[in-house]
């Protein structure tokens, strides 16, 4: 069943550059991107309602089969 629950939550909020880093057509990492020995290191962020351990998880399942690392302390998947 999909209910609607309504919630007391105060909005998230963000500063100038963490909004305009969300808008795809705004995307300024590029411009912050860092070159390591002629590798240029690559950052994809994004938002869920679900718990960060349960993402985790599921990237995990679906990225160590492909030889990826999945640090899950900071977060990060490396290869």
């Known amino acids: 069943e999909n209910l609607v629950r309504e919630t007391k939550e105060k909005p998230v ?5 963490e909004l305009i880093s969300r808008s795809q057509s705004f995307n300024l990492d590029n411009m912050f991107e860092m070159e ?3 590798v240029v290191k690559r ?8 718990p960060a351990n349960e993402i985790m998880s599921k990237i995990e ?3 160590k089969p492909l030889g990826f690392n999945v640090h899950k302390r900071d977060y990060k998947v490396t290869n």
Not at 13 to 17: E, G, K, L, Q
Not at 43 to 50: I, K, L
């Open 43 to 50: 950052e994809t962020h994004f938002a869920s309602q679900r």
């Open 36 to 38: 390591q020995k002629g």
């Open 61 to 63: 399942e679906a990225a």
């Open 13 to 17: 909020s963000m500063n100038a550059f």
